[in-house]
């Protein structure tokens, strides 16, 4: 039997009502009932639990949130102890530990930092307590904030690897249109790939949040590329969480054509549930199996209408069949670059091949970053040139003549020679047609003045440029994470209704 982690997000208007800042005490109850029950199951569950400012406005009787951050980050002081008594209180009367975490950017910047987070969820879970997490709001300006708890709660989602990430909003699902104005709008069940999602997200967050269901559909991106089955559903209906993972664990099950291997789960069958696979009504007979692999029809939808099985409403976003994750992931998510390194063709296929990043490679840097922060790569298409002294991306002048030259501005095209007249032909790169392509992120070696002067140098020329050599990269391999460029799966069949975009 499985144990699953399974990560629940909760939005201001989830905790409290709009108008009146009051708790939404029916709706947290039920939340605290699922939590428990899937703890009793044998999972593990986060709750990343958004609130504090909006509690703080009813304690301090203000009709609205202010919109100074000092005033801000007062009410966030305020209401994060008063939200964590309401879940103290609530989850007290099960007898059910809790633990509050609070993060910022920063916090998870430092790898060492991130690690100790990581861990403390892990000893907690093995202490069987409920983590509660939220942005320590009350320290949080522009530069060290995640933006909104849905991208928090992808993060948190990545760090602990979780099966599940819930994000409960106050709709159903995602629609191809805005419901409440089309009455046709049509529900998306399942989302095989978010680079093809086409789905009305003008939905804004509430006048308490932050977050609209643009922020989750981003977070869905950030969480499914960590191998997390992310999925939108109905705040105010908690008790669908274990209903839809039940029909997903179900799904995954039978789709592999062998009943006999099917483990039951851990939920109660009961209204609405799927049947557990142990009971063999549940289960797909042989000449099911044969009719299912004969027939033209998607797999997992004749599956569906053999077992009879349907769960509520929602939005199930499939994670990545080759996921990002541990440092990779930290990287990626955990780090804000602070600028831009330009690279052609030959070192972003030496990146993909496990290789480090050459001061050889580089054609240009964006931005004024130190040594050892985050930047961006950008792969860039070179094209043969005739200039000997051409423009570069960043605007400067190479160290050395017949390396690089400034920029001709407004045009957008840079112009990268050899060493002399002996060298290779002379290349040049088209900045915006093709426009660059972001491929990874890395910790770099060296501070963006020095990567300007090293940049197109074998390695073995950095010490006399520069008087010395850190490194003979720029960017160590096991400090680089590449992006997701291709399609995050192959085309497989959509279950449900609306799945289809």
């Not at 099966?163 to 419901?179: A, I, R």
């Not at 096991?478 to 497989?492: F, G, H, Q, Y």
Request: hydrophobic share 40%; with cysteine; net charge neutral.
């Amino acid at each position: 039997m499985k144990r699953l982690t399974i990560v629940i997000k909760l939005g201001t208007s989830s905790i409290v009502d709009e108008n009146t800042h009051e708790p939404l005490i029916e709706i947290l109850s039920s939340i605290v009932k699922t939590a428990c029950k899937l703890q009793k199951d044998g999972h593990h569950v986060v709750l990343v639990s958004s609130g504090a400012i909006g509690v703080a406005l009813q304690r301090m009787k203000l009709e609205k949130r202010p919109k100074h951050l000092p005033q801000v980050q007062a009410l966030a002081a305020i209401g994060q102890c008063r939200l964590m008594r309401i879940w103290e209180d609530l989850f007290g009367l099960v007898e059910q530990p809790i633990a509050q975490i609070l993060l910022t950017r920063n916090d998870i910047a430092d790898r060492t930092q991130y690690l100790n987070a990581q861990n403390t969820l892990h000893e907690l879970f093995n202490m069987r307590v409920i983590p509660i997490v939220n942005e320590n709001d009350t320290l949080s300006v522009a530069e060290i904030k995640f933006g909104d708890n849905d991208t928090l709660s992808a993060i948190t989602a990545g760090m602990v690897q979780a099966d599940y990430l819930f994000l409960m909003t106050d709709v159903d699902c995602l629609y191809d249109k805005n419901p409440r104005k089309y009455p046709d709008a049509k529900p998306i069940e399942v989302v095989e790939d978010i680079a093809d999602l086409e789905a009305d997200v003008s939905s804004a967050g509430s006048a308490l949040g932050t977050g609209g269901m643009g922020t989750k559909i981003v977070a869905a991106r950030l969480a499914t590329a960590a191998g997390v089955t992310t999925v939108i559903t109905r705040s105010s209906e908690p008790g669908n969480v274990a209903k839809i993972i039940n029909y997903a664990e179900t799904l995954k099950c039978q789709s592999r054509l062998n009943a006999d291997t099917c483990q039951s789960t851990t939920f109660e069958p009961g209204n609405g549930d799927v049947q557990p696979l142990a009971d063999s009504t549940a289960s797909l007979s042989s000449s099911q199996i044969l009719a299912v692999k004969s027939s033209g029809t998607s797999t997992p939808t004749l599956i569906n209408e053999a077992l009879h099985i349907s769960a509520p409403l929602h939005t199930r976003f499939l994670p990545d069949l080759h996921p990002i994750r541990d440092r990779n992931f930290w990287i990626l998510n955990g780090l804000s670059p602070h600028g831009s390194i330009f690279i052609d063709e030959g070192a972003s296929n030496a990146l993909e091949r496990k290789a480090g990043l050459l001061p050889v490679g580089i054609v240009g840097v964006e931005g004024n970053f130190a040594q050892q922060e985050a930047v961006r790569v950008y792969a860039v298409k070179r094209l043969p040139g005739s200039s000997s002294l051409g423009p570069t991306v960043d605007g400067t002048t190479s160290p050395r003549p017949g390396t690089h030259s400034r920029t001709n501005s407004g045009i957008g095209t840079a112009y990268v020679s050899g060493s002399g007249a002996d060298s290779p032909p002379r290349f040049a790169y088209e900045r915006h047609s093709p426009a660059p392509m972001e491929v990874a992120r890395a910790i770099v070696n060296y501070s963006a003045a020095e990567i300007k002067r090293i940049r197109g140098l074998r390695s073995t020329e950095i010490s006399g440029v520069l008087g010395y050599a850190d490194s003979e990269y720029v960017a160590l391999r096991e400090n680089i994470a590449l992006m997701k460029v291709e399609r995050s799966r192959p085309t497989t069949p959509s279950f449900g209704l609306g799945a289809e975009t």
